[in-house]
């Protein structure tokens, strides 16, 4: 037993139901949000300690340490404590559960990092269900009608995706008998072109994989619940869900699909284009849903389903790419670096912003720039990163996976794409333009609490820092794509 | 005749595809819930029979049933709660009238 191996999701799980415990015994609430960001530290900590060491696997390969596995983890507890510092504002306006809130957002970070590390399908359910229902529970808590709304269309759209992504993984344990990862891509690759052929039952459990987490990160033709779950829930628990919930569902995808369903090649030549499939049609589809919104969140409702389809095409492309190549999955990890830190800049200044005026609508954030220029820019910045323009982060990651795609003759999807990412200009420019050059509806200066200025801080420099710093993390992101283990 | 892998998966099948046709086409939030706990347990039943047939040495899919259970219940206990929320706001249960949101 290695369990010091599990110290970052043993210490995460300790925080959490301390903060719970805490919270019945002090009186300055405003403690909570320290002691959660103090455990996610602790628990990063632990994991850049055990970051560069090799591949491990621990509990009898249900779980893999490796740096992978490492790299989300970093990903989520990062996100976690965006999350928490965005959260301050909202949560003094609760009046009970406070402790609740913080301990669920620390739980459904525990599930994502135990999405990551899962090798084995039971783990990974029972994971992937940990991070859910902390997820159902955060949509749904501000108790208003739309909150409640939001959270109960996300919970019954999650379960049933859930038994789908059930029924392929005993699909999946049928024809090959195991359910750890790496022994189920021996026996697929020893099963051969006419074993697989001959057991269509596997093919159709590798669709309902790919149904179930598309649903995950928000894939066409699974994307119907976005855009009201987006609306409905509290604005931080939106930038969560639009965020860490989808780069969890990438983590998984391409844990299975490169360890389990790598080999043979036209096996992953064929999901391959399944995905580039998917990715076309999410891009399109969430673009031009985008343009017409009024309401922010919604708005960032479709542009998170193109997002996912940009994202796609690194999973076209590692399906598409010779076998040992690994260009798609670190063009996927940079990708979902870059896309965290500006889609949560966005939102910490949409928080900030929203929670002034008094309202979701895009309209009313005009004259935002005359008002309060800081917030204005640093937003300004995370759509440019969105949009995929230099000098941002969403450059850089656009172009690589973009270019790993046509290495690998996708260059049908990345034309696609390029003209996507076009379209997605109009709207996301359409907000700049609204706080630059709108009239300030009133001269009255929008403050911001001192916990998001600091994570408005960090993610506009994390956007302009990925840009500069690109090669030193992109480089990162391929060792950490080579020791993707089983 | 003997009871033999394909007479348990066609009933999974068949129960899975009840559920999730109920799923999709109640109109009452409670039995659309009901309807996913029936595909889930169309699913404990292709694991287990799996698991008896495919792989009878391990008890794999007797574990992952075990689990699933579990899962479904912390599940099912989230759901009524957020139903029960809402039927204390809008007095309805029915999902096509719970839409303030506009599409």
Partial sequence: MNLELLAPEISLAATAVAVILLDLLIQRKGLLAVASVIGLVVSAAFTIVMYGEPSRTIFNNTLAVDNFALFFKLLFLGIAALVILASVDYASKLERFRGEYHALVLLSALGMMLMATAAELITIYVALELASISLYVLAGFLKDPKSSESSLKYLLLGATASAVLLYGMALVFGTTGTTQLGEIGQQVQSLGVQGIIDNPALILGIVLLIAGFGFKIAAVPFQMWVPDVYEGAPTPITAYLSVASKAAGFAVIVRIFSTAFGLPSWLSLDWGIVFAVLAAIGMTVGNISALPQTNIKRMFGYSSIAQAGYLMVGLAAMGVASAGETIGQSTILFFLLSYAVANMGAFIAIIAITDKIDSDLIQDFSGIAKRSPLLALALTVCLVSLIGMPPAAGFMAKFYIFGGAAQNGLLWLVIIAVLNSVISAFYYLRVVKVMWLGEPSSAEKVPSSGALRVALTLTSLGVLGLFIFADPLIKAAESAAKMLGS | ?103
Avoid: W
């Avoid at chain 2, 404990?44 to 899962?71: C, D, K, Q």
């Avoid at chain 2, 479904?72 to 029915?94: C, K, P, S």
């Fill in chain 2, 1 to 103: 005749m003997s009871i033999g892998l394909e007479h348990y998966l066609v009933l999974s099948a068949v129960l899975f595809a009840i559920g999730l046709y109920g799923a999709l086409s109640k109109r009452n939030t409670i039995a659309i819930l009901l309807c996913i706990e029936i595909m889930l347990n169309a699913v404990n039943i292709a694991m287990v029979a799996f698991s008896r047939y495919v792989a009878s040495e391990m008890l794999t899919g007797h574990v992952f049933a075990i689990f699933i259970m579990a899962v479904a219940a912390a599940e099912a206990a989230v759901g009524l709660a957020i139903i029960i929320a809402i039927y204390r706001q809008r007095g309805t249960v029915d999902p096509t009238d719970i839409d303030s949101m506009k599409r």
